[in-house]
């Protein structure tokens, strides 16, 4: 007579599954029902729910080679939480998506500690999530990372960039690094081909492109109880052009002046290393931007005393003026408008 087949067998441990999320409880005892719930804040008269989902994307591949996992799970949640924060609101629910080839309850313990320090530095709940163990669909030692939020912003509160006009600044708050974008470009200069990094060089380019993403949440949620902020940009794939774009109203464009922050070390590496031309690492990179407001000149040096307050250097990087919907980095359009 046959062995009877297991769900083992196809490549899926329930027991190893159970046995993680007993780990994941550790961690957060609320998470392990159906469904999480999070109350709204009160107080308010017509609140909005701001949406966003993310991913960490091809920097999974950096953690996996340094076997290094406590990060992502930052990377992840600052992703999600800082596009929330961009239309003036605060995050309140995160949940995640773990899919795995083969799961591994050390790893993925990892993960999850990362992601539930995300949710703590963005003051937020980590309310649930979803783990799936996928033979067949991913490669051997293969996962994915995906995450969903949710905040909330009184509707006269909301910030969607409409109130920016000529005559705004533009502060820039300063990224860790390359935060989650443009792994692929920055893997294929260093880490493969003729060309590649070895040795300690390599892993010191690894631990560097491992940094975790910086989350704005606290900070800018203090400043806008101050002041009126016009306009957020996060800056993520596409870089300074092609998110700060995206706030500004009709008529309007951005003037950046480069030599008006610093970058940090791993940009010039990956630049000298490629090469790769000054217009291409800014249509790919965030360039040491990692969040951008928009405000009025008169709120600009209050704005960066409360700031600093909060262990934050913005910088003043550019101006807006009449234009045509675009934004200027050393006199020049890097987002493809004439």
Not at 173 to 188: E, T
Request: glycine share 12%; aromatic share 4%.
């Amino acid at each position: 007579m046959a062995r009877p087949v297991s769900y083992r067998d196809a490549g899926v441990d329930i027991d190893a599954g159970e046995a993680l999320v007993d780990e994941i409880r550790k961690i957060n005892p609320s998470i392990g029902g159906f469904g999480g719930l999070v109350p709204v804040p009160a107080g308010l008269r017509e609140p909005q729910l701001v949406l966003s989902t993310d991913g960490v994307g091809t920097k999974l591949l950096v953690a996996q080679e340094l076997d290094v996992y406590n990060t992502i799970g930052v990377d992840l949640v600052a992703m999600v939480v800082n596009d929330i924060l961009a239309a003036g609101a605060s995050p309140i629910a995160f949940l995640d998506y773990y899919a795995v080839e083969k799961l591994s309850a050390d790893e993925a313990t990892e993960i999850v500690q990362g992601i539930a320090n995300g949710c703590k530095q963005a003051g937020c709940e980590l309310t649930g999530g979803e783990t799936a163990e996928l033979p067949g669909v991913y490669p051997k030692g293969g996962f994915d990372l995906a995450g969903f939020g949710v905040g909330i912003v009184e509707k006269n509160h909301v910030i969607d960039g409409s109130k920016i006009r000529p005559g705004d600044v533009v502060l820039g708050l300063p990224s860790s690094g390359l935060h989650s974008n443009g792994y692929s470009l920055a893997r294929k200069v260093l880490l493969k081909g003729r060309g590649q990094l070895r040795g300690k060089e390599r892993t010191a380019a690894l631990e560097r492109l491992l940094v975790p993403t910086s989350i704005y949440v606290q900070p800018v949620l203090r400043l806008l109880k101050k002041i009126r902020v016009r306009g957020i940009a996060h800056i993520t794939g596409g870089g300074l052009p092609g998110n700060l774009v995206r706030v500004l109203p009709e008529g309007t464009e951005a003037v950046l002046y480069p030599d008006r922050w610093e970058r940090p070390a791993i940009f010039d590496t990956i630049a000298a290393h490629g090469p790769v031309e000054p217009a291409e690492m800014y249509k790919v990179f965030n360039m040491g931007i990692g969040l951008c407001l928009v405000l009025a000149k008169k709120d600009v040096a209050e704005a960066i005393r409360t700031l600093r307050r909060s262990m934050v250097h913005a910088v003043e990087i550019g101006t807006i003026r009449k234009g045509c919907n675009r934004v200027l980095i050393d006199g020049v359009c890097l987002n493809g408008l004439e």
